[in-house]
């Protein structure tokens, strides 16, 4: 069975960086295309970027040049190095891991980002 597990989320002051991990067991992760999402308070749930089996990548417009996603394959994890962060930020975060035929597929359980002015 899929399970995709986030780490990394915290409390950090505005301007400041964290590195948000998503552990993938259950798949083949090197052949999937993964991404990360979030949900602001009060907001729906947002694509943030997203990683295809080759390297390719989408940024959302509101985290471009600020936030870095990739993987490791042989570690089965995805990453996302989040930089000048702001409060807006703040939002549960979730790994997602797309279909075969590019939809929306499995998702972990978030971790809570909570960035302070």
């Known amino acids: 069975q899929v399970q995709l597990v986030e780490s990394g989320g915290g409390l950090v002051q505005a301007g400041g960086s964290l590195r948000l991990s998503c552990g993938a067991s259950g798949i083949i992760f090197s052949t999937k295309t993964m991404g990360w999402y979030r949900q602001l308070p009060g907001k729906q749930r947002e694509m943030v970027a997203r990683?295809?089996?080759?390297?390719?990548?989408n940024y959302a417009d509101s985290v471009k040049g600020r936030f870095t996603i990739s993987r490791d394959n042989a570690k089965n994890t995805m990453y996302l190095q989040m930089n000048s962060l702001k409060p807006e930020d703040t939002a549960t975060y979730y790994c997602?891991?797309?279909?075969?035929?590019?939809?929306?597929?499995?998702w972990g359980q978030g971790t809570q980002v909570t960035v302070t002015s």
């Open positions: 997602m891991m797309y279909t075969l035929w590019g939809t929306e597929g499995s």
């Open positions: 990683i295809t089996s080759s390297g390719s990548t």
